[in-house]
C-alpha cells in the first residue's frame, strides 16, 4: 500500500475512536522479580496492580523476625502518594517502562484528540506492523500546557511518551520556542506579550509587535528577543 494512504487511513481509523486517554499505544510494560531490600528511590514497581513509584526508601531492623523495607510511593495514574511497608525479603514486581518517542501529526476534526507519529527506529520501520500501534490521541489535561504549541512546534519536534494500561504516566517534549510577537498589553507596569497562538507571557519593555522572541513552555517564561 502507498505509504502516505496507509498513513492517512491509519490517522482516520483513530480519530473515529474515542479520545479521552491513549486510544492505541505500543503496550510497554515488562516485569522483574526483585526483592523488596533491592527497592532504591527512583524504581517503578506494580503493586496490587497499579504502577508505583518509589520516592523514599528506609531500611528497619527487627530482632529475631527480620528486617522491613518502609517505602514512600506514589502512584503514577492518579498521583495519590502510600507509605507502605514490606518485609526484606518480599518478592516485588519492578517494572520497565520503555519510553516512546513520537512526533505530531494533527489534532482531531472535534478539536479535543491530538495524533502523534511513533518515530520509527531502524530495526522496525521496514516491519509489516499493525498501523494503529503507531499513533496515540491524548485530551488536553495528558499534555501538561503543549496544546497551544502543538501545531507551531513542526512535525519534526520529538515528544517523550510513557504510558502503564493506556494512562500517559510520564510526558515531556520540547522546552522552547520562536515565536512572533502580535500584540503588547501593559498590566501593572509589566507588559504581556501576545502570540498568534492565543499563548502569552511577561516581557521587557524594549519589545515591539513584530519582534521575534524565544519562550521557555509550558510555562510560558521570555528567555531571549531573536
Not at 491513549?22 to 527497592?39: H, V
Not at 528486617?67 to 514512600?72: E, K, L
Request: hydrophobic fraction near 30%; charge should be negative.
Amino acid at each position: 500500500m502507498n505509504k502516505f494512504l496507509k498513513t492517512s487511513t491509519s490517522i482516520t481509523r483513530l480519530i473515529n475512536k474515542q479520545t479521552t486517554t491513549i486510544e492505541t499505544c505500543q503496550y510497554a510494560k515488562r516485569f522483574q522479580e526483585i526483592e523488596a531490600s533491592d527497592l532504591k528511590k527512583g524504581m517503578w514497581i506494580e503493586y496490587k496492580s497499579k504502577p508505583f513509584l518509589i520516592e523514599k526508601v528506609m531500611h528497619q531492623k527487627v530482632a529475631m523476625r527480620g528486617g522491613f523495607i518502609i517505602t514512600d510511593m506514589k502512584n503514577v495514574v492518579d498521583g495519590s502518594k502510600s507509605n507502605i511497608k514490606f518485609r526484606s525479603a518480599e518478592n516485588l514486581e519492578l517494572l520497565d517502562l520503555s519510553r516512546n518517542t513520537y512526533n505530531f501529526v494533527k489534532v482531531t476534526q472535534d478539536g479535543k484528540g491530538y495524533v502523534f507519529r511513533k518515530i520509527e527506529s531502524e530495526e522496525n520501520e521496514d516491519e509489516d506492523e499493525d498501523e494503529d500501534e503507531d499513533f496515540i490521541c491524548t485530551n488536553i489535561s495528558q499534555l501538561d500546557g503543549y496544546t497551544p504549541y502543538l501545531p507551531l512546534l513542526g512535525n519534526e519536534a520529538e515528544f517523550f511518551f510513557r504510558t502503564y494500561n493506556n494512562n500517559i504516566i510520564d510526558f515531556k517534549g520540547p522546552t522552547q520556542i520562536d515565536l512572533t510577537i502580535q500584540r503588547i498589553t501593559d498590566l501593572q507596569n509589566n507588559l504581556v506579550l501576545h502570540f498568534e497562538n492565543g499563548g502569552s507571557c511577561k516581557g521587557p519593555h524594549y519589545l515591539k509587535p513584530g519582534d521575534r522572541v524565544q519562550i521557555r513552555i509550558p510555562d510560558e517564561t521570555f528567555l531571549a528577543k531573536l
